[in-house]
């Protein structure tokens, strides 16, 4: 079975192609700056190396028929049709409390992730544009989505709950989903094997520190809390997002400044966070070099950066009264010894003892803690597009069935 996974962003497309027989990918590559000039797509050749290809995408609909264009172009691609392609399998941030699972795509399915857009402002508009490009240009292939909230659904509702009018969440739905929830539910049961241990017995903080980053605690395999919230804004500070943020202070700027809901939203998700602090990037690699270079705005930035997941580890210790597994993932969790080693720093009362050596080290799975640490901190790459595939493959089975 070869199975397409997509994870369409607002200006983004990422693509695996899937051999589902042995899990190899057969091709990958990535959509950018859609709807924007110069847009490209960068495909990652047999040989391993990445080409940039120039192409004009105004939108999702011409920049899925790109990827899919690419996938049976001799020298990008690895098919001879389309028709080869058994599924498509899409990550979705946003499936509020209509969606708990993955799922086929049916019409009411595509409604309901309409219907949600206002709470993944960032995210669901792109996810449909890209489900419905597939829909237009190969129609009749099974279609599933997987929803970055799903595994979050096992908190309860002490933790999920905002303290608001009662009738806020049952009328509005307003509560805490949490996302990047696949990413954690990868790194949480693979890190179990990796070390040999049974996820039923252990307590795990995952931290998925990417461009969007959240920590989530673990308990005995299922969520019980996760720092992120209604939309992916709260919790930790982030590239260009705020994360928490008193909402006086949402309010009272909204007064002084004369700002609208809308504009306020842009400011703190797109504005705010590294980006906002520093006024250089909200690309951390950047960030961490400036920093180097002696800027103060990028030191107190990567502080605060740093010292947010601090925080989180704390209270996530605190809720599962202990922490056996802290597990680092993503782009700055995977790539940045830096953030790694200051989070985890002054956490030896709870039993962390981090090891420099080990630290030094990208995107591989390895321990990084001390072998006297009684907490083990692991690194594990993640892979939310094996999951996604998995899931794709199992729901059009069972269908077919
Ligand atoms: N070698 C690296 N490759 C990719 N991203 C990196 C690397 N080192 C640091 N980063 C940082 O990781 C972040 C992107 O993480 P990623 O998980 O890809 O985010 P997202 O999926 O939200 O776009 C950026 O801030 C980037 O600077
Ligand atoms: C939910 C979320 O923040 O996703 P991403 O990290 O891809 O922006
Ligand atoms: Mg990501």
Redo the contacts with the bound molecule.
């Keep these: 079975m070869k199975i397409l996974v997509l994870n369409c ?1 607002s200006s983004s497309i990422k693509y695996k192609l899937y051999d589902m027989t042995d899990e190899s990918v057969l091709a990958q590559g990535g959509a950018e700056r859609i709807g924007l000039d110069e847009a490209f797509v960068k495909v990652t050749l047999k040989d391993g190396s990445k080409e940039k290809i120039m192409h004009d995408m105004p939108s999702h609909k011409e920049g899925v028929k790109f990827v899919l264009d690419l996938l049976v172009d001799p020298k990008y691609g690895c098919l001879k049709s389309l028709d080869e392609i058994d599924a498509v399998g899409h990550r979705i ?1 946003q499936g509020g409390d209509l969606f708990e699972k993955s799922c086929i795509v049916t019409p009411e399915v595509e409604k309901g992730i309409e219907s949600l857009i206002d709470l ?1 402002p ?2 669901n508009k792109g996810h449909l544009a890209g489900l419905r490009a597939v829909d237009a240009l190969m129609p009749g292939t099974p279609q599933v989505t997987v929803f ?1 909230n799903a595994f979050h659904s096992t908190m309860p509702p002490y933790a999920y709950l905002y303290a608001v009018p009662y009738e806020f969440y049952t009328k509005w739905h307003v509560r805490r989903y949490g ?2 929830g696949t990413s954690h539910r990868y790194v949480s049961q693979r890190v179990c094997e990796f070390l040999g241990v049974d996820i039923k017995t252990q307590k795990i903080i995952t931290c998925h520190i ?5 920590v989530a605690a673990v308990k005995y395999g299922k969520v019980i809390d996760t720092s ?1 919230g209604l939309t ?1 804004l709260a919790g930790l500070m982030m590239g260009s997002r705020s994360g928490d943020i008193d909402p006086s202070a949402v309010t009272y700027l909204m007064q002084k400044t004369g700002m609208g809901p809308q504009e306020m939203a842009d400011f703190l998700n797109k504005q705010s966070g590294v980006l906002g602090i520093t006024g250089i990037s909200s690309d951390m690699r950047e960030i961490e070099n400036a920093d180097n270079e002696g800027n103060e705005r990028a030191h107190l930035a990567l502080q605060m950066y740093n010292y947010r997941i601090k925080k989180y580890i704390g209270a996530y210790a605190a809720a599962m009264n202990g922490v056996d597994i802290i597990v680092w993932t993503a782009g700055v969790g995977e790539n940045q010894e830096g953030v790694r080693w200051d989070a985890c720093s002054g956490l030896e009362y709870l039993g962390v003892k981090m090891d420099k050596e080990r630290n030094h080290v990208r995107s591989k799975e390895q321990i990084l803690s001390a072998d006297d640490s009684k907490v083990k901190v692991v690194m594990i790459p993640t892979d939310e597009e094996i999951v996604i595939a998995r899931d794709t493959r199992d729901l059009v089975e069972a269908q077919k069935k």
Aim: glycine fraction near 20%.
């Design positions: 962003g941030v993944a960032v995210h970055d996302f990047h990417g461009n969007g980053a959240s992120m992916p």
